[in-house]
């Protein structure tokens, strides 16, 4: 059973930086590909970032590239999102989720077996 712990979310000023984090359990971690979803009060869940299984290839929602940063550690079975220059429009749930068949990354959530449960990050103006 695949289980995703997530940690980090919290309420900061715009300009300001947080690290999300999100921790894997059962199966190889390192066999999955992994991505972070968000959704915004009134929106639907939209794609935010994905990681390839050894983190040598990454692909980015247009709004975030060059202020979000996914990576990944597969010792520690962790997924990471270093999101800075936070803007208000990054309010949202933020979920971490497990591409567990496949061959690439990819932004389409069905493709995407396991979900955490989504942490709140909060952007003040």
């Known amino acids: 059973q695949v289980q995703l712990v997530q940690s980090g979310g919290e309420l900061v000023q715009t300009g300001g930086s947080l690290r999300l984090s999100c921790a894997v359990s059962?199966?190889?971690?390192?066999?999955?590909?992994m991505g972070w979803f968000r959704q915004a009060p009134g929106k639907e869940r939209e794609f935010v970032a994905a990681?390839?299984?050894?983190?040598?290839?990454?692909l980015y929602e247009d709004s975030v590239k060059g202020r979000f940063t996914i990576s990944r550690d597969n010792a520690k079975n962790t997924v990471y999102l270093q999101m800075s220059s936070l803007k208000p429009e990054d309010t949202a749930v933020y979920y971490c989720?497990?591409?567990?068949?496949?061959?690439?990354?990819?932004?389409?959530?069905?493709?995407?077996?396991?979900w955490g449960l989504g942490t709140q990050v909060t952007v003040s103006s």
């Open positions: 989720a497990v591409r567990v068949y496949g061959i690439y990354m990819t932004r389409t959530q069905s493709d995407y077996k396991h």
């Open positions: 059962g199966g190889t971690f390192s066999s999955y590909f």
């Open positions: 990681i390839s299984r050894f983190g040598s290839s990454t």
